[in-house]
C-alpha cells in the first residue's frame, strides 16, 4: 500500500505542477536522468546523490554550500535519493540548514529506487553520497564517496 501511495505522490507531482523554481525539489523519476542531462547539455555540471539517511551525506552538504559559492560558473544538481522516499519538506529543511534552498534540487519519487539507480549508471546500486561529473561534450564519470572537492575543483578548471 505505502509503495502505491508513493507512486500516486510521484505522479501527482509530475502532473499538477510546473517546473519547480529555485529552493524546489523536482521529481525524479523514470527518465528524469535523461531529462536533466538534457537541460544541462554542453554545460559541465556536476549531479550530487544524497540522501537523508547517509550520515555522510548530511555532514557534507555545506561543504557543497560553499562549493557551489566558490565556483557560480558551475552548474551543480543535487539530487535526494534515499532508498525510502522522503517528503519533499523533509528535504527542503536539510537544504536549508546547509545553505542550498537555492540549489536545484530533485527527489527520489519513485519507490523503486533501484531502477532510477540503474537509469544513471548501470554499475551503481544506489549507494549514497554519488557524485556524477558531466563534462561540456556529454562525458560522465561516477565517484562514489564523500565528495574531494579538491578534485574537483580541479575538474572544474580544466
Same mark, same amino acid.
Given at each position: 500500500m505505502r509503495a502505491? @501511495? #508513493? %507512486? &500516486? #505522490? !510521484?505522479? *501527482?507531482? %509530475? /502532473? *499538477?505542477s510546473p517546473p519547480a523554481s529555485a529552493g524546489e525539489q523536482r521529481? #525524479? /523519476?523514470?527518465? =528524469?536522468w535523461q531529462e536533466l542531462r538534457q537541460e544541462h547539455s554542453g554545460h559541465k555540471v556536476v549531479v550530487h546523490f544524497w540522501g537523508l539517511t547517509c550520515g555522510p551525506c548530511l555532514a557534507e552538504l555545506p561543504r557543497w554550500s560553499q562549493f557551489i559559492? +566558490?565556483?557560480?560558473e558551475l552548474e551543480v544538481v543535487l539530487v535526494a535519493a534515499d532508498p525510502v522516499v522522503a517528503e519533499p519538506d523533509t528535504i527542503g529543511a536539510a537544504l536549508a540548514k546547509a545553505g542550498l534552498a537555492g540549489a536545484e534540487s530533485?527527489? #527520489? *519519487?519513485d519507490p523503486f529506487t533501484e531502477r532510477l539507480a540503474y537509469e544513471i549508471d548501470p554499475r551503481w546500486a544506489g549507494e549514497l553520497? &554519488?557524485? %556524477?561529473?558531466? !563534462?561540456? +561534450? !556529454? =562525458? *560522465? @564519470? !561516477? %565517484?562514489?564517496s564523500a565528495a574531494d572537492f579538491s578534485r574537483l575543483r580541479d575538474w572544474v578548471e580544466r
Open positions: 502505491i @501511495r #508513493f %507512486v &500516486y #505522490f !510521484g505522479l *501527482a507531482l %509530475v /502532473l *499538477a521529481p #525524479f /523519476l523514470r527518465g =528524469s559559492r +566558490d565556483h557560480p530533485w527527489i #527520489f *519519487a553520497p &554519488y557524485t %556524477v561529473m558531466i !563534462g561540456g +561534450d !556529454g =562525458s *560522465a @564519470r !561516477g %565517484v562514489l
